[in-house]
């Protein structure tokens, strides 16, 4: 016998019925309902009921809970006004600072010194000052001697009482902190 096979091409188009059902589903999926509220649970009592009781119990629980807070927070308020609170101490204990601030005080008071003296001596070797001098007051019995002479005494004279009206006495310095003792 002989054999014989035949093949035959069959028009068709792009896929079947599978292609549909894939691309249906791929729309069914994406129409899914989110809000299950209007849903039953098994003994028939609405999801959105329960889910509200809930939310109310929570908000109870934490409004109690808020209130107790606040209240304890009003206590503390009260208790830590109605003790008696310490004024700070400010101390300031820098030494060196200190000790730094002194010397800088004396050496400017001995540069002031320093300074007067030299002015005076400028005044009192000036030619013009040797004519124009003033003459001394006694202030003692013993100066009136002394005043009367025109010798070199009087110059010197001049110059330590000039130098001891302007130099200021020493007044103690204001610090803050501990004073030291000297």
């Known amino acids: 016998m002989p054999w014989m096979s035949l093949r035959g091409r069959v028009l068709g188009g792009k896929g079947g019925f599978g292609s549909m059902l894939r691309s249906q589903g791929n729309k069914a999926s994406a129409n899914k309902p989110a809000n299950y509220d209007s849903c039953r649970d098994l003994y028939g009592r609405r999801l959105r009921?329960?889910?509200?009781?809930?939310?109310?119990?929570?908000?109870?629980?934490?409004?109690?809970?808020?209130?107790?807070?606040?209240?304890?927070?009003?206590?503390?308020?009260?208790a830590d006004g109605l003790k008696e609170s310490t004024p700070k101490k400010h101390l300031f204990d820098d030494v060196e600072y200190t000790r730094n601030c002194?010397?800088?005080?004396?050496?400017?008071?001995?540069?002031?010194?320093?300074?007067?003296?030299?002015?005076?001596?400028?005044?009192?070797?000036?030619?013009?000052?040797a004519s124009s001098a003033v003459p001394l007051i006694p202030l003692f019995d013993g100066d009136i001697s002394s005043s009367s002479s025109g010798d070199d005494s009087d110059a010197e004279d001049k110059e330590e009482s000039a130098t001891e009206e302007s130099v200021e006495p020493e007044v103690p310095v204001k610090t803050r902190g501990k004073r030291r003792k000297k």
């Open 49 to 78: 009921t329960l889910r509200e009781a809930k939310t109310i119990v929570d908000r109870l629980e934490a409004e109690d809970e808020a209130k107790k807070e606040a209240a304890e927070r009003r206590r503390k308020k009260i």
């Open 102 to 129: 002194e010397e800088i005080v004396e050496t400017t008071r001995q540069a002031t010194r320093q300074a007067t003296r030299q002015a005076l001596k400028r005044k009192n070797e000036s030619p013009t000052s």
